[in-house]
């Protein structure tokens, strides 16, 4: 998949993907506008462009947008190198809501009407990060 920021600056190239998650966090909400709505990535997406800055907003995580129009971009776990690459950035392709994460933390003044998995976040961390919960 190959995709860019709003002002081209940077472009990504990912691995063919068909599924997406959302995430209803506070803290992606308040860096999105919204919930986060990512495509999956491992460790070989590549991004190109220098306009790309990243900021740790945790010890296990790093946020991602481009420097010159302001578009997220990523979120990584530091640990592994996962990415959660913007599902916006791909405008051509094709994908399939699959799940939703901290449903608990999502406010009431909006609702998806898709069939997904949801996980609040205790589970999250239970099924992810185990022993980090």
């Not at 209803?24 to 491992?42: I, K, L, N």
């Not at 392709?93 to 699959?98: E, G, I, Y």
């Not at 898709?114 to 976040?121: A, S, V, Y």
């Amino acid at each position: 998949m190959k995709g860019n920021c709003l002002c081209g600056a940077v472009e990504v190239t990912a691995n063919d993907a068909r599924d997406i998650g959302l995430c209803h966090c506070s803290m992606c909400r308040q860096w999105t506008g919204g919930p986060f709505f990512a495509v999956h990535c491992d460790d070989k997406v590549r991004f190109d462009g220098d306009a790309l800055k990243t900021f740790r907003s945790s010890e296990w995580a790093e946020r991602a947008f481009c420097g010159t129009c302001g578009s997220t971009l990523y979120y990584r776990l530091v640990p592994n190198g996962e990415y959660f690459v913007s599902a916006g950035l791909f405008q051509d392709h094709d994908f399939t809501l699959a799940s939703q994460i901290f449903i608990d933390e999502k406010p009431a003044f909006y609702e998806l009407a898709n069939d997904t998995e949801k996980l609040t976040g205790q589970q999250v961390f239970e099924r992810f990060a185990p022993g980090d919960a």
